[in-house]
């Protein structure tokens, strides 16, 4: 039988995937909680959602502004929605909800 999450069941979990979500590397994080930091690492892979729901409608978002904005017959107005789509991706930059390239693996 499959043992259940170390990270899941820990009174910290919501802290811990606060850590994960902001940068903290795995081994700072492990440390910290007392767990391995394979544990966190298989947690991160498994368990936590790559893309949160704020995420995915921002990204349609972004997606429906920068269509607008190919299609728009004026620049003025394609600029307007090239700088919109802009504040969103640096929102969520700012909210990290994408994984860095160095943690996916």
Same mark, same amino acid.
């Given at each position: 039988?499959? !043992?259940?999450?170390?990270?899941?069941?820990?009174?910290? !979990?919501?802290?811990?995937?606060? @850590?994960?979500?902001?940068?903290?590397?795995?081994? @700072?994080?492990?440390?910290r909680? &007392?767990?391995?930091?394979?544990?966190?690492? !298989?947690?991160?892979?498994?368990?936590? +959602?790559?893309? +949160?729901?704020?995420?995915?409608?921002?990204?349609?978002?972004?997606?429906?502004?920068?269509?607008?904005?190919?299609?728009?017959?004026?620049w &003025?107005?394609?600029?307007?929605?090239? !700088? #919109?789509?802009?504040?969103?991706?640096?929102?969520?930059?700012?909210? &990290?909800?994408?994984?860095?390239?160095?943690r #996916?693996?």
């Open positions: 039988m499959a !043992r259940a999450c170390s990270v899941c069941r820990h009174a910290k !979990r919501h802290d811990i995937e606060a @850590d994960l979500r902001g940068g903290a590397s795995y081994r @700072d994080i492990s440390r909680h &007392n767990l391995s930091k394979d544990a966190v690492a !298989r947690h991160r892979a498994h368990h936590m +959602s790559r893309h +949160s729901e704020t995420g995915l409608t921002a990204a349609i978002e972004i997606t429906r502004l920068l269509t607008e904005a190919e299609r728009s017959p004026s &003025n107005s394609s600029l307007l929605k090239t !700088r #919109q789509a802009r504040r969103f991706v640096e929102e969520l930059l700012v909210l &990290n909800l994408t994984v860095p390239l160095s #996916q693996t």
